[in-house]
């Protein structure tokens, strides 16, 4: 058995005005089919390759998301049976065109686009980038005042900053600038490098494993997650990783917030888990938020069920 | 969002027009041939083939079937939009800027260079829609313009004024039936790149390389609103439907090659009209963005960059569920 799950969001926009030809204003109606999943599930190869006792293809839906499910039966070119399931949603698009447009759309080719046929061109593509609309993130005011702060303390204090290392000379220009540059010791060794090479120095970086107390190896990232895990739910169908952190970043610092997302529809399912990183910060916020009102419902949060009892 | 990338022109863009419907996409570049593209689909129909220049600007006539077009060849062009055949050359002894039909199409604004000593003028010449064969070169007036190029030019409220741009910074309105200057203001302090008339023409917007973007009143040429930004502004647009400008830049063409693209600022910013705050940005383009355009039904904008290509950016729902 051979599962091939294939995601198509782009066949969004086969828009097809229907009726093209019609006197007055009006508005076509068009039809677009968002593709959710197609599954296209190939039989074992005992299956025969006749096309006439393949099953009906079969319509259902839509449930009540909307969601409409089209399972197919067909034979491919190397004569397996395939069922395609395909999950899609449609939409109604209503556009409006005159009858200006439609005979725009019907004009032929001139000048240098004569030369190829419809649809043969390349000077026209779509990106295979998506490109997001990058929104400028409003600094509060009181911030940036903070921000320049240390700039004109800087620029106030600037004399004391400017200190030559060739000649020591405070105030008077860099080092790179130094008139003496040529006066000063080339003999002498880089300050840095007097101590014994492979001697630790106080206060110098440690990696974990040999610090004290390390067990050798390094602890395992995936316990991360099932530590001080909350589970939140009866959650709205809107809400967004970002509305968590701002309900629980109060606590204390959170280290992961994961959202239950449908995949079909692109909705909230209703839970979500966040972790914490100390257990207390963790407890204040159940404590807290546990009945709490949030978007007219009333928040469940619990410590969530450690994995394996879980499954 | 998935923009449309256009790649018919060879240089540099230099104007972008759309027709009053939207479904018709004029581009101008200073390769010498202008270009006509379905506005939704973005396929290409078809080059105006003609001119010996850069071409610098164009403008569409309500009905969509003529096109006139401004060239650095010293003449500005009337073409059949459907058949893209030059029906009529105005010929000028300097080279041509903008160019503007006026509302109702029956006259148009063509704005000349200075050129061997002879100072910028603006010609306003009659245009007859209706029966091309008797169409006429000649100039109804000839307003002497001011120092340097005029390098945008509008057709004020009922046609009575002309509103210009140009390279001293200075926004002028003239009366267009002698000449005489009525308002001036001077509140750009760089050349003006571009100048847009909002919907209903009672404002527009102006681009400047002095870092700013600012809406007039289209009356009285005070200045209502500015738009900082921390590039020089080659073009600005008002959206027809929600109380947003886009203005795109970047740094001038010739620093380009000596900085990356994510330090030379060409991406496409969005700007809340009323409160002057800066709301997104739309990146893509590896030059500096020199002519922008709305979709007239507010759901997408086009761009043109220096690095020749056209961009349709389709406006999704993350733009729409801003406030």
Known sequence: MAIKPRWDAIDADTERAVDARRDADDEALSKTTETLRSTKIAAANGGSS?????????????????????????????????????????????????????????????????????????????SLEEIFLEKTRVQPKSELEKASDPLAAMASAQTSLLVCRTCGKKGDHWTSKCPYKDLANDGSKPP???????????????????????????????????????????????????????????????????????????????????????????????????????????????????????? | MRPILLKGHERPLTFIRYNREGDLLFTCAKDHHPTLWYGDTGERVGTYVGHNGAVWTCDVSDDSSTLLTGSADTTAKLWDAKTGECYFTFTFDQPVRAVALAHGGKRA?????????????????????????????????????????????????????????????????????NGEVLKISQEHSKQIQHLSMSEDGSHFISASLDKTAKVFDSETLECMKTYSADRPVNAAILSPIRDHIVLGGGQDAMSVTTTSSKAGKFDSKIYHKIFEEEIGGIRGHFGPINALAFNPDGRSFTSGGEDGYVRIHPLDNSYFEIP
Do not use: C
């Open chain 2, 109 to 177: 604004a063509i704005t000349t260079d200075p050129f061997m000593g002879v100072p910028s003028a603006i010609h306003i010449v009659e245009i007859d829609l209706e029966d091309r064969s008797r169409q006429t070169a000649r100039v109804i007036r000839r307003i002497d313009g001011p120092q340097g190029r005029v390098t945008r030019v509008l057709w004020g409220p009922l046609n009575r004024t002309v509103i210009t741009g140009g390279e001293d910074g200075i926004i002028r309105s003239w009366d267009a039936e």
């Open chain 1, 50 to 126: 006749d096309a006439s006792d393949l099953p009906a293809n079969e319509k259902l839906g839509p449930d009540e998301e909307g969601v409409m499910t089209s399972i197919t039966y067909q034979i491919n070119d190397a004569g397996v049976r395939t069922k395609t399931v395909k999950r899609y949603k449609e939409h109604e698009v209503v556009k409006k065109v005159t009858p200006g447009m439609l005979e725009r759309k019907t004009w032929e080719k001139f000048g240098d686009a004569k030369r190829y046929k419809p649809g043969d061109e390349s000077m026209t593509a779509v």
């Open chain 1, 192 to 311: 840095d490098e007097d101590g014994a090479f492979g001697a630790r120095k106080p206060g110098g970086y440690v990696p974990p494993s040999m610090r004290a107390g390390a067990t050798g190896t390094g602890a395992s990232m995936d316990r991360r997650r099932d530590e001080n895990s909350i589970r939140v739910s009866n959650l709205s169908e809107d809400t967004r990783e970002q509305d968590l952190q701002e309900l629980f970043r109060p606590f204390g610092p959170v280290t992961r917030i994961y959202v239950a997302i449908n995949r079909d529809t692109g909705e909230a399912r209703g839970f979500a888990f966040v972790n914490m990183v100390n257990r207390e910060d963790g407890q204040r916020a159940i404590d807290k938020l546990d009945g709490y009102g949030y978007d007219n419902l009333i928040l469940r949060v619990e410590w969530a069920a450690p994995r394996e009892e879980r499954r």
